[in-house]
T-cell receptor, first 110, second 114 residues
C-alpha cells in the first residue's frame, strides 16, 4: 500500500474553495486514489476516486498530475456542514487491506 | 437502498460479558468489513469477508469473533473484552470485483467496556 501524507488540519470560511493535497510518492501503476469524508461519530463516506487527470462529481473534484505522486481534493464553496475529517487513500483495487492515514481535519467557520 | 445498518448504536459491557454487534446491508455487496476506530484516530481494519468467507484477519485478538451468516449480514461476537477495546466499531460493504475503495460504511456501534 502506498503511504500518503496530508496536512493535519485546514481552516476555511463559508463560501470559499478548499483544496487538500495528498502526497503519495510511491504510488504504483495499478493504484487508485480515493477520498473519504467523516463526520464525528459517523462512518466515513466515499467522496471520489480517480486514477489520472481530473475527476468531478456533484460533491468534489479530484486533480491528479501526470506523475500521480500527489493529488488534490477540491471542495467548492464550502459550508459549515463540510467541517469533517478527509482521508486520502491510495491502493490497488485488488488489495482489500484498506488503510486509512491520519486524515485532514477541515474546519469551516462562518 | 444504499444503507448499511448497525445495531446497537451504543453498548456498555463488562469484561466478563458476551455480546454481539450486528451489521446488515441489502445492496448485494459480497465484501464486508469490520473496523475499529478510537477517538481522533483513523479507522483500523479488523476483518474482511468475501462471499461469506473470512479473507483477511488483521491479527485481531480472539476475543473478537466475526461471523457472516449470509450475504447481507455480518456479526461481531465479543467476549472477555478489555477496557482498551472501547471504541467505535464500524461495518462497511463494497461490491466484490470493484475493489475495496468504494465502501459504504454504517454509522457504527459505540462500545464501552467497563
Amino acid at each position: 500500500l502506498a503511504k500518503t501524507t496530508q496536512p493535519i488540519s485546514m481552516d476555511s470560511y463559508e463560501g470559499q474553495e478548499v483544496n487538500i493535497t495528498c502526497s503519495h510518492n510511491n504510488i504504483a501503476t495499478n493504484d487508485y486514489i480515493t477520498w473519504y469524508q467523516q463526520f464525528p461519530s459517523q462512518g466515513p463516506r466515499f467522496i471520489i476516486q480517480g486514477y489520472k487527470t481530473k475527476v468531478t462529481n456533484e460533491v468534489a473534484s479530484l486533480f491528479i498530475p501526470a506523475d500521480r505522486k500527489s493529488s488534490t481534493l477540491s471542495l467548492p464553496r464550502v459550508s459549515l456542514s463540510d467541517t469533517a475529517v478527509y482521508y486520502c487513500l491510495v491502493g490497488d483495487n485488488n488489495d482489500y487491506k484498506l488503510s486509512f492515514g491520519a486524515g485532514t481535519t477541515v474546519t469551516v467557520r462562518a | 437502498d444504499t444503507e448499511v445498518t448497525q445495531t446497537p448504536k451504543h453498548l456498555v459491557m463488562g469484561m466478563t460479558n458476551k455480546k454481539s454487534l450486528k451489521c446488515e446491508q441489502h445492496m448485494g455487496h459480497r465484501a464486508m468489513y469490520w473496523y475499529k476506530q478510537k477517538a481522533k484516530k483513523p479507522p483500523e481494519l479488523m476483518f474482511v469477508y468475501s462471499y461469506e468467507k473470512l479473507s483477511i484477519n488483521e491479527s485481531v485478538p480472539s476475543r473478537f469473533s466475526p461471523e457472516c451468516p449470509n450475504s447481507s449480514l455480518l456479526n461481531l461476537h465479543l467476549h472477555a473484552l478489555q477496557p482498551e477495546d472501547s471504541a467505535l466499531y464500524l461495518c462497511a460493504s463494497s461490491q466484490y470485483g470493484r475493489g475495496p475503495y468504494e465502501q459504504y460504511f454504517g454509522p457504527g456501534t459505540r462500545l464501552t467496556v467497563t
